[in-house]
């Protein structure tokens, strides 16, 4: 027989069958052992074990004793749990149904939790928490198969994977739901339509409410079914920009070598699903995609399964089969409903189904405390009828009126039966449904709590009770603090921090709250809130605490409040988000607070000023210079007209209008009003003072951006050195201070001592605020700048990919961080042999800074310029020449003749005349150019040396040999004395390599 064919086990002349009994939670385990013993030439059929509550367990169990040929289940809690049936029943059946005929039944076990004594008789073994290789020598050594020689391959088919070993890739899949019941059906019904697709990829979309389970339901499918695939992926797709970062961040984890950009991640992603290399068996799902025109172009193509959740139903519009998720069937209802309250009977749970409808979340609520309460169904039912004697109206019209009566009727429940628990429930309103902070609560003075709460917070064991009487009916559950999945651990009730609640829930117990107790629980919520001020903003330490305070503001309405600490904590909160890099929800939280507090307090109150300030900086860092300076000279001349220049606030908003006016490339003046501004500080506040120390690093960044680098290195040391001694060395000011004289000992050609320095700064930041943080990312670039005028530009070729790619996920393809990182990738990228890579970023760039800075920017000139350089490198030489000129023209007007950027351009224009065939006009270019840089940046600084080599090339195209030999001799032993014999630049000139200059955007 050939070793291909299929291996018959027989029994006489027959092959031998055996039927797999299993609950559809362990289908996967299902799923493996039949393959093994297909695989050893057995006939494997599956028999789906449901148990509906209205058959009894005997006649079920004599069913399935007709199947052909033996009979094995897979035995676990779930196999005993459907029904649901008691330990006494399920014992009583097998030993009359299975005990009989015990040689057509046997079984293996797949859990370690408790099952019916009976079982014993099958000798089950275990399975589970153990390799793949024991676990089927366990099973053909029970089943009695001789495990000689290899398994067969069945139809050239691959078989599923190990259930206790995850596929290949597995990302970001909510952990699988212990208490997930029923919807049988429906998942194989999701299993046969993506299954069952042709042609590319199968597309389903899980439609229906809020509130009945489709993450649940999407979440199930893929563990239940996640053996049958290399890749599950999980996409949260209520927003597009998650949605393509979540897409991009799988093509590392499919072992994809891309570039750094992350759009370019993203199309690598697509392309390998597409073509299904490495991996043709995946599975995405997109969960929460409810605006299908914003992210339909981003569902993956290929081979593949992808699975949506949604609420809009045109997803039937965009090639997806629509999958209606609804309430549960009512065999569903019953069953659960008699887990979750085991005293109702299967008529009572049938009519409770019947009264709410199904609804999955409502039967959760209800069944959890009716299995406590001591109310008949009858008289709960009557309580529905009538509306629970409040105003019936429908939550949304997803829902029906039953939803809102129910509640009512759960929350007199709750207030009778422990009346703490409610006001505990209606505080909990206060703060974001997600995430509620109640150890905030607890920690209110007694005077800052409502009364109705005293009693609560004094005494550890009711607190405690009233928290677990809210898990009990499903109507919060604990998450950890570090838990994205809203989990449910195990915490004592008095020890959890944090609780979670449906929103909808949290809605109608809101909508319901007495008025009275709206105002109390409201003022509480807000004291809480601003008793967790760190009051340390600048702080990275507490910036975890303020990301918990934040989503809260809102819930809170903390802006309506005139409590001056309030009023603080809301500042302190855009501080926060300023220097952690949260610039735009910063900008939607200072825009807020302008329009209440204007109404609150007054157009001329101290407040508006504070949040006109922060509000500035936040629309700076964001790159909208236009608009910040229209906002801060406004400030500026109303303050002075009414307070004097001398007006500490008039000082602040003044070095604010410097700062845009060097963001839009008006240098001269923003180096005026920096040196006033520092001049003012000095004689009013002193040299120790903070505000004095950033006045001088802010005079200095004026200083580098005109390019005076001494001048700027000066005061960045004494900056830097200041605050070494009035703050301390791990203090993210102190580092920002070391990041702009490393930049300065950078620009002035001091690469070793540049190198030192930022190395040790970008491990400090890295520790203090983190890898992502923008001014950690703002000194890793810096770093790989160092490393690569150092000539280390394999080392600086990985940190530059880094911090782009980290930069494009964190603050966008259109942040000016990434624009000036994206700069870097593209030149660097065009030196080093990806030239596409270098025109796509270039180009990319430019158009960014064109449309945010105007054309005639500075950065626009210099990226210009530096795009000139990839035209001429893939030889357009024509284009490289008309672009060149007008960059060089363009900066010319932008900055000046004699500024660096301008005579950097210049060494870029001679190059690529004289490669156009003018030598002449080059040769004249070059010499101004290098007699200008002497005079401006000195004989040894890399740029006029620069400018030297490419003089005498220039001179060698016109005949001028003796004159360049000279010129590029004492170029070349400058070069040695100042890099080194062995640094790049070096070699590179006396291998007579033409020199080039690349444009650097600067931190503004």
């Known amino acids: 027989m050939p070793a291909e064919r299929r291996v018959q086990a027989r029994r006489g002349d027959a092959v031998e069958k055996i039927t797999i009994s299993f609950a559809g939670f362990n289908r996967a385990w299902a799923a493996w052992i039949g393959d093994r013993l297909e695989r050893r030439g057995f006939s494997v059929s599956y028999r789906l074990w449901e148990s509906p509550a209205d058959q009894p367990l005997i006649e079920l169990l004599q069913d399935l004793a007709t199947a052909p040929g033996r009979v094995l289940l897979v035995l676990s809690e779930w196999y005993f749990r459907l029904g649901p049936r008691t330990d006494t029943e399920w014992n009583s059946a097998l030993r009359e149904v299975v005990l009989p005929v015990r040689d057509h039944f046997t079984a293996v076990s797949v859990t370690h939790s408790r099952v019916p004594s009976a079982t014993a008789m099958f000798g089950a073994p275990q399975l589970n928490n153990i390799g793949a290789d024991e676990a089927e020598a366990r099973l053909l050594r029970h089943l009695g198969i001789p495990a000689d020689g290899p398994p067969q391959a069945v139809d050239g088919r691959r078989g599923p994977r190990f259930p206790s070993e995850a596929p290949d890739v597995w990302g970001y899949v909510p952990r699988r739901n212990p208490r997930f019941t029923g919807r049988e059906t429906l998942l194989g019904g999701v299993y046969d339509t993506l299954n069952g697709a042709s042609g590319g990829a199968a597309v389903a979309a899980l439609h229906g409410p809020p509130g009945v389970g489709k993450t649940q339901l999407a979440a199930e499918y893929a563990h239940r079914f996640g053996s049958e695939y290399d890749v599950v992926w999980w996409i949260s797709a209520d927003r597009r920009g998650a949605c393509r970062q979540r897409l991009a961040e799988l093509a590392p984890e499919l072992g994809l070598t891309t570039g750094v950009e992350y759009g370019e991640r993203l199309r690598a992603a697509r392309h390998a699903l597409r073509r299904g290399d490495p991996y043709s068996r995946w599975l995405v799902i997109m969960d929460g995609a409810d605006e299908p025109d914003q992210v339909w172009d981003l569902v993956p193509e290929g081979r593949g399964h992808v699975l949506i959740t949604s609420r809009n139903r045109d997803w039937n519009r965009y090639s997806s089969q629509l999958v209606e998720v609804g309430p549960y069937d009512r065999i569903e209802s019953i069953a659960f409903v008699r887990r979750r309250a085991p005293r109702l009977s299967h008529q009572d749970a049938e009519r409770l189904a019947e009264a709410l409808e199904d609804l999955p979340l409502l039967l959760d609520q209800t069944a959890a405390w009716l299995a406590e309460s001591d109310m008949t169904i009858d008289a709960y039912l009557e309580l529905l009828e009538e509306g629970a004697g409040q ?516 060494v870029n224009a001679s190059g690529i005349r004289n490669l156009t065939g003018d030598p002449a006009s080059a040769a004249t270019l070059s010499l101004g150019t290098a007699e200008t840089a002497a005079e401006v940046l000195g004989d040894r600084h890399p740029l006029t040396l620069t400018a030297r080599i490419a003089l005498a090339a220039d001179l060698r195209g016109t005949g001028e040999n003796r004159q360049a030999d000279k010129i590029e001799r004492e170029a070349l032993d400058a070069l040695a004395q100042s890099l080194g014999e062995r640094h790049v630049h070096t070699v590179s000139a006396r291998s007579r390599t033409r020199p080039y200059w690349d444009f650097e955007p600067q931190i503004i």
């Not at 934040?550 to 309030?566: E, M, N, R």
């Open 391 to 906: 105003d019936v109206v429908t939550v949304s019209s997803d829902f029906p009126v039953a939803f809102r009566t129910a509640w009512a009727i759960l929350l007199n429940h709750l207030r009778e039966t422990l009346p703490e628990s409610v006001d505990l429930l209606r505080m909990c309103t206060l703060f974001r449904p997600t995430s509620i902070p109640i150890r905030l609560v607890r920690e209110l003075p007694r005077e800052a709590l409502p009364e109705k709460l005293v009693g609560l917070v004094e005494s550890p064991v009711r607190w405690a009770r009233a928290v677990e009487q809210l898990k009990r009916y499903a109507v919060v559950r604990a998450a950890a603090l570090d838990d994205p999945t809203g989990g449910d651990p195990s915490d004592q009730a008095g020890l959890v921090e944090n609780l979670t609640m449906h929103r909808l829930v949290h809605l109608i117990v809101h909508q319901d709250m007495p008025e009275q107790d709206h105002r109390e629980f409201t003022e509480a919520a807000r004291r809480a809130l601003a008793a967790s001020d760190p009051l340390r903003p600048t702080d990275p330490g507490l910036w975890p605490r303020y990301a918990e305070i934040v989503p809260h503001l809102k819930t809170a309405d903390v802006l309506h409040s005139t409590d001056p600490d309030v009023q603080r904590l809301v500042l302190n909160c855009l501080r926060y988000m300023y220097l952690s890099g949260e610039y735009r929800p910063g900008i939607v939280l200072a825009e807020r607070a302008l329009e209440t507090w204007r109404s609150l307090l007054g157009e001329e109150h101290p407040r508006i000023w504070d949040v006109i300030y922060h509000y500035a900086n936040l629309l700076r860092a964001v790159g909208d210079y236009a608009r910040t300076e229209a906002i801060e000279r406004k400030v500026v001349e109303t303050l002075r007209e009414q307070r004097g220049p001398d007006d500490l606030e008039h000082i602040q908003a003044a070095d604010g209008l410097a700062a845009d006016l060097r963001g839009l490339g008006r240098y001269d003046e923003a180096y005026t009003i920096s040196t006033w501004v520092l001049d003012a500080y000095e004689r009013l506040l002193g040299e120790g003072d903070s505000r004095t120390q950033n006045a001088r690093n802010n005079l200095a960044v004026s200083l580098r951006l005109l390019g005076r680098y001494e001048e700027a290195l000066a005061l960045h040391r004494q900056t830097m050195e200041e605050r070494r001694q009035y703050l301390n060395p791990r203090h993210n000011w102190t580092l920002y201070a070391e990041v702009h004289y490393a930049t300065d000992l950078r620009l002035l050609g001091r690469y070793a001592e540049a190198v030192s320095l930022q190395g040790q700064n970008v491990r400090v930041h890295r520790q203090v605020m983190g890898d992502d943080n923008p001014q950690t990312l703002q000194a890793e670039h810096n770093l790989a700048l160092c490393h690569y005028r150092s000539g280390d530009w394999r080392e600086a070729g990985e940190m530059l990919a880094g911090v782009l790619e980290r930069s494009e996920r964190v603050l966008g393809d259109d942040h000016p961080l990434t624009l000036m990182f994206a700069t870097s990738q593209s030149f660097f990228a065009r030196e080093h042999g990806d030239v596409d890579l270098a025109r796509r970023l270039g180009e990319s760039v430019a158009a960014h800074y064109a449309r945010m800075l105007g054309p005639d920017h500075p950065f626009a000139q210099g990226v210009r310029c530096n795009n000139a350089l990839i035209l001429r490198s893939v030889g357009e030489r024509d284009q490289a020449l008309e672009t060149v000129e007008a960059a060089l023209g363009g900066m010319r007007r932008a900055v000046g003749k004699r500024h660096p950027w301008t005579l950097g351009c210049a």
